[in-house]
């Protein structure tokens, strides 16, 4: 079983600063494999990127992934209030089986 | 757009069943693998198991010996069955879909619904 682990846990930073959220698997898998979502309060959870780099429609280039084998990054370039919420990796294995990491905080201050 | 629709009893008593239905409109239920994920309150997500290619079933491994998710293609539904069910079931539900063209992550969500379980 592949484990994600995100840091940091929470990320509290100013309108413009840019975000780095970071992905570690317990093992190699295919970049394929790798999405990022973005949950708010009250909503149900956002696919922002698939395939480790390809954003999902409509969401905004300020939002890019990265990464390879085990490590794997979100980056927000340009922070906005709206970017307030938890964002998770997740990890889809062929069995089929999703994984999904503990989250990440970002507070916009 | 695919939408999905989450329905059932929002309070389960212990021991019992939970049953929850996902409707899948604008779409064909056959198209996607469909998925039920849960979150305890305050918590992260979890996957539940999965349905794909019309019918076969995949679980997550500390849910299999209670959980059942099946197809009614005449509705385009999909369910859920979670036996004997505790506190620490308590969670929102929701069913999601994936499909091919990215890379199966979840790109179609519902609403989700809350089930609490008390007696």
């Known amino acids: 079983e592949i484990l994600l682990t995100q840091s940091p846990g929470t990320l509290s930073l100013s309108p413009g600063e840019r975000a780095t959220l970071s992905c570690r698997a317990s093992?190699?898998?295919?970049?394929?494999?790798l999405a990022w979502y973005q949950q708010k309060p009250g909503q149900a959870p956002r696919l922002l990127i698939y395939?480790?780099?390809s954003r999902a429609t409509g969401i905004p280039d300020t939002f890019s992934g990265s990464g390879s084998g085990t490590d794997f990054t979100l980056t927000i370039s340009r922070l906005e209030p709206e970017d307030s919420a938890v964002y998770y990796c997740q990890q889809y294995g062929s069995s089929p089986q999703w994984t999904f990491g503990q989250g990440t905080k970002v507070e916009i201050k | 757009q695919i939408q999905l629709q989450e329905s059932g009893p929002g309070l389960v008593k212990p021991s019992e069943t939970l049953s929850l239905i996902c409707t899948v409109s604008?779409?064909?239920?056959?198209?996607?693998?469909w998925s039920w994920i849960r979150q305890p309150p305050g918590k992260g997500l979890e996957w539940i198991g999965c349905?794909?290619?019309?019918?076969?079933?995949n679980y997550n491994p500390s849910l299999e010996s209670r959980v059942t998710i099946s197809v009614d293609t005449s509705k385009n539904q999909f369910s859920l069955r979670l036996n004997s069910v505790t506190a620490a079931d308590t969670a929102v539900y929701y069913c999601?879909?994936?499909?091919?063209?990215?890379?199966?992550?979840?790109?179609?969500w519902g609403q989700g619904t809350t089930v609490t379980v008390s007696s």
């Open positions: 999601a879909g994936a499909a091919y063209y990215y890379y199966y992550a979840m790109d179609v």
């Open positions: 604008r779409g064909s239920v056959t198209s996607y693998y």
């Open positions: 349905l794909y290619n019309s019918g076969s079933t």
């Open positions: 093992q190699s898998v295919s970049s394929h494999s």
């Open positions: 395939g480790a780099f």
